[in-house]
């Protein structure tokens, strides 16, 4: 039996939703990362200190009582947001970064910044405190092919961006495409990227084998063979500007099934198992460590992990659906096999 033991991962990009949809997912995840960057995205967003500890607060009161799992918290940036609420993060220990949705471009993404010149001041700000912005890095322009819109953001938004910000820690997140890859490795150790594992295994004939598949729409979308191998590569390279991060995103299954869907993928109940099996497709097992557990903590300067996780190469069945609060939502390769299993350390 092939196993191996890696520090417990932590997750640097985490959808947890709120109430009785939060209460149901969260267990996926704490199942075996320690820690992990919940995402603000809520309805309405979390724009304050308050109330990003009050939500805080909420996801720790629905851990199991043995549960030590660390949510790590961040802000919505928007038109509106004032240079010195940001400022208040930087003595926070719970409050890590400041996320910056371009307005439309994903899911409760309507109040994301219109402009970045209306957060001129908040930028130099965080550039000041040294807090990281964590970036949807995807352009909303109708005419851009949604399958360049990465490219274009980086060309267009995010070079001009950190010319303008020499010394803003950045992450480009959840990234998808060659370009992208290139960018990053190009920059110095201010940029770094999480990379998921939907990405990492599927390219985009996954949303329409054999008819259209609305549990593989997510955003950004999935890309051609060429730009998962570009990620592949990135991931499993030991390069430290790359790192894990999940975004794991969960939708009732209602509004996934529909003429208008959601985007977003819910990775977390097999999301360690699926990256092993990204990392052995090329070998790499014995980079995922680093990947999964070392760089995110070394690029938010926070201590590694001590504890150990095991995996085990053995065959079992995702479920075809999990409760979430009174809905039901599907997971990535729901009843079909899964090759990793965590067993017990
Ligand atoms: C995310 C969500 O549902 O909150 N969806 C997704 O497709 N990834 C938002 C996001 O990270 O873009
Ligand atoms: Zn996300």
Redesign the pocket.
């Known amino acids: 039996m092939q196993r191996i033991t890696l520090i417990q991962p932590d997750d640097w ?1 985490l ?1 947890l939703r709120d109430g009785a949809n939060m209460a149901s997912v969260v267990s996926a995840t704490t199942r075996c990362f320690a820690r992990a960057i919940v ?1 603000p ?1 809520l309805k309405p967003p979390i724009t304050t200190v308050a109330e990003a500890l009050d939500y805080r607060k909420r996801i720790c009161a629905a851990l199991a009582p043995e549960c030590h799992f660390n949510p790590l918290m961040t802000l919505y940036l928007t038109d509106n947001t004032s240079a010195t609420e940001i400022a208040q993060i930087k003595d926070n220990e719970y409050i890590v970064a400041v996320k910056y ?1 371009p307005a439309g ?5 309507e109040n994301g910044v219109t402009d970045l010149q209306k957060v001129w001041s908040v930028l130099e700000t965080m550039q000041t405190y040294d807090i990281p912005l964590l970036i ?1 890095g995807e352009v909303t322009t109708a005419n851009v092919d949604i399958f360049d819109r990465e490219k274009i953001f980086i060309e267009q938004v995010l070079a001009p961006l950190l010319e303008n910000f020499p010394d803003l820690r950045v992450v480009l ?2 990234i998808t495409t060659q370009e992208a890859v290139d960018y990053i490795i190009g920059k110095n150790n201010k940029l770094a990227a999480t990379i ?1 594992v939907h990405h990492l295994l599927m390219n985009r004939n996954e949303i329409f084998r054999g008819g259209i598949r609305p549990h593989h ?4 979308v999935l890309k051609r063979e060429k730009h998962r191998q570009a990620l592949l590569r990135a991931a499993t390279s030991g390069n430290p500007k790359f790192f894990l991060g999940t ?1 794991s ?3 009732a299954q209602f509004s996934k099934e529909t003429a208008c869907g ?4 819910y990775s977390a109940p097999a999301a360690l198992e699926l990256y092993a099996e990204a990392f052995e497709q090329n070998q790499a097992l014995d980079k995922l460590e680093g990947f999964a557990s070392f760089y995110g903590a070394d690029f938010y300067r926070l201590p590694r992990n001590t504890k150990k996780v095991t995996l085990e190469k053995r065959t079992w069945k995702m479920p075809t659906y999990f409760e979430f609060g009174k809905q039901k939502v599907i997971p990535l390769r729901a009843g079909a096999k899964i090759y990793w299993q965590q067993v017990q350390n």
């Open positions: 990009h959808h995402m995205n949705y471009a994903t899911t409760h993404s949807h997140e959840h998921t729409y997510c955003l950004p975004d995103a969960p939708h959601c985007a977003g993928m």
